[in-house]
């Protein structure tokens, strides 16, 4: 049998529980606090998520990190947000890697909602269909992350490389800043599945 990495049994578990994110929120381009102060919402338990009780906070982007590294990352939600087991890997990410971690919110604010998860009626299809094609479609946010990362090597001069890193819909943004002529030094993705 191979040995097993030790990130296999050294790694604390993931807090599935009341996360207090370690970043701060801050304003890039254009994805700011919309001239409110950070709003709390409880997100109350579903079964899409093994959550009790989590308390999330609505900013429009999250840095995480040493704010000097060398190293950058530009990691990109999923359909869902700013959830908190997203931030919690920005910040295991930032902490293992020593790197300044950034994740900007796309969808300011208004994520798809968990309530349309199983999508098991046409009502719910339909949110999905139209969230996906409007607040979703890849090609329409796309500038909104070559943005921020050009505003982000700007902001974080000792930064040498920077990466992108997406999670289910976040891997198409990942996959579209990829290729010949990238703002970005590597790239990745992770899909359940």
Known sequence: MADLNSACYQLPAV??????PKG???????????ERPSAHLTVPPHPAWNLIHLTLILPLLDTTGNESSARGIIDVYDI???????LQGADRLAESLDA???????????????????SDTAEKKTIIQKFM???ANPFEVFPSL??????????YPDVQGWGVFGLCWGGKLAALASGAGAL???SGTAHPG
């Open 15 to 20: 807090v599935t529980s009341n996360y207090k």
């Open 24 to 34: 701060k929120y801050e304003k890039l381009a254009g994805l700011d606090i919309c």
């Open 80 to 86: 869902f947000g700013l959830m908190p087991p997203t």
């Open 100 to 118: 300044v971690v950034l994740v900007p919110d796309f969808f300011k604010g208004e994520p798809l909602s968990l309530d349309v998860i199983p």
């Open 133 to 135: 094609a409007e607040k």
């Open 146 to 155: 070559v943005q921020t990362a050009t505003e982000a090597k700007e902001k």
């Open 184 to 186: 970005f030094k590597a």
